[in-house]
């Protein structure tokens, strides 16, 4: 089965308009309580879903996206917080450079990163996050319905857990379900929920 990635944004961003944050940056949050003073990494931000919570609690956020119109409608967004500390970059968050965070979130974005980059990826993902800072996101199982595209990660329990080896896992759900993607197609998901703190 090949992936439907590389549809209209358009038409994603307006079937995905208005959804909540994602579980796994909610989990993050609760666990950080203020935000106030607090520097967070979005990767793939999307129209800003998750960017938006992050900042209606004080946190100060780099946005980053590869897709202009992500950007777009994220700087659009009529629920942006007055006052608040946005940064965006249009740009492949692999080619993207960062400063130290106290949080790196990246909700369903990761696993488009092409296998052959997906290392160095989270190496640097790791070496950004300050002590005792997290990451929340998911990553694509091996089982998953996509399992054959070459520009996708997919990664088995055992080489989660093996990446996550420097962090204390507060929430670790692996889901397997059958559910259509945004753009209404049937897929077999096998995702992992992540949410760690760095030792």
Known sequence: MTSDRDGDWTEYYERTAGRPPRPTLLAALERFGAGIGRRAVDLGCGDGRDTVALLARGWRVLAIDAEPMAIERLRARPDLPPGALLETRCERFEDASWPAADLVNASFALPLVPPERFPALW????????????????????????RGEKAITFLGRAEVERLLAGFAVERFDEEESEAATPYGKHKHWHLFHICARKR
Do not use: A, T, V
Not at 123 to 146: H, V
């Open 123 to 146: 190496e640097k993902i790791g070496r950004s996050l300050k002590p005792g800072g997290r990451f929340s996101g998911q990553l694509f199982g091996d089982r998953d319905g996509w």
